[in-house]
């Protein structure tokens, strides 16, 4: 067996850093969201609206990442691959960015969204206040349900997504020496 047709079997190519990297991203993130549920529907700590969109990245991370390891160890382009990484990478960053937004609406360091933080304003008539009193229970963005170790869950979130950007940027490291 030559050393190129070594190099190019399917045995070899799921070895490769960039598909490693691509399964390490949509595993974390698949970790990270049953993490997320358990916190919600086993301990009953209820998301905020902030919290909702934090797993957005997270819900794109799962299936892109398989994808782009799929797509590697198939031996596709090199353009590809590295395109789904950089996707993998913004998404991360993005949400270390919201994850550190919310933590400082919690900390108190900056106003949140009004429709989840600061005083409520509009109440409406008495009768209808008991009415929304009994229906809605609104989850406030700036309050901690829950920390350990002195973090918040958004804060969790920053660390959780800076790691996946870091897995993202090592696979498209990897990804462009494997086609060098």
């Given at each position: ?48 609206p902030?919290c ?40 991360a ?18 106003q ?42 958004a ?26």
């Amino acid at each position: 067996m030559t050393s190129a047709a070594a190099h190019s079997s399917p045995v070899r190519r799921a070895a490769d850093p960039a598909v490693v990297a691509a399964l390490a991203v949509a595993v974390v993130a698949a970790a990270t969201l049953a993490g997320a549920w358990f916190f919600q529907l086993v301990l009953d700590i209820r998301p905020c609206p902030l919290c909702l969109e934090q797993r957005y990245a997270y819900y794109l991370a799962v299936p892109l990442g398989l994808l782009v390891a799929f797509a590697a160890s198939r031996g596709a382009p090199r353009q590809v691959v590295l395109a789904g990484f950089a996707m993998l990478l913004l998404a991360a960053l993005a949400n270390a960015w919201l994850g550190g937004y919310h933590a400082g609406v919690e900390w108190q360091f900056w106003q949140g969204p009004t429709d989840c933080s600061g005083p409520v304003v509009d109440l409406g008539s008495a009768g209808t206040l008991l009415q929304r009193l009994d229906t809605v229970k609104v989850i406030r963005c700036d309050e901690v349900q829950w920390r350990f170790l002195g973090l918040s869950l958004a804060g969790y979130n920053v660390l959780i997504s800076m790691l996946m950007a870091l897995i993202a940027l090592w696979g498209i490291v990897a990804a462009k020496r494997i086609a060098a």
